[in-house]
């Protein structure tokens, strides 16, 4: 089994920083891209940043020069840093993993289960 457990979130004021961790635990092989998602109420789940075993990155539009996301491929963990926040950043994060548990080219998503993140005065 895998499992990708999330933590850091919490309540910030507008223009705070927070830092996002995800884990990645059970029988991996290995783990092609992670990610960051977001869903706030009444919205669907959006793509926040991905980043690939290589440490390439991408972000959504609304984030970039905010937010930095990163890895620690031998802690199976993808990080993301959140500067000046704002209060539509205001959503429950999730994390995502592209993983294999064995060598053959079978690979599966997997899903964190998420981690609220409130940005308040």
């Known amino acids: 089994q895998v ?19 995800c884990a990645a635990s059970g029988s991996i092989f290995s783990i092609n891209v992670m990610g960051w998602y977001r869903q706030a109420p009444g919205k669907e789940r959006e793509l926040v940043a991905t980043i690939t075993s290589g440490g390439g990155a991408n972000y959504v539009d609304s984030v970039k020069g905010r937010f ?27 994390c995502n993993a592209n993983i294999r548990q064995t060598m053959s080219n079978i690979w599966r998503n997997y899903w964190g289960k998420g981690t609220l993140v409130t940005v308040s005065s």
Not at 3 to 21: A, H, I, K
């Open 3 to 21: 499992q990708l457990v999330e933590s850091g979130g919490g309540l910030v004021q507008p223009g705070g920083s927070l830092r996002l961790s």
């Open 68 to 94: 930095t996301i990163s890895r620690d491929n031998a802690k199976n963990t993808v990080y993301l840093q959140m500067n000046s926040l704002k209060p539509e950043d205001t959503a429950v994060y999730y």
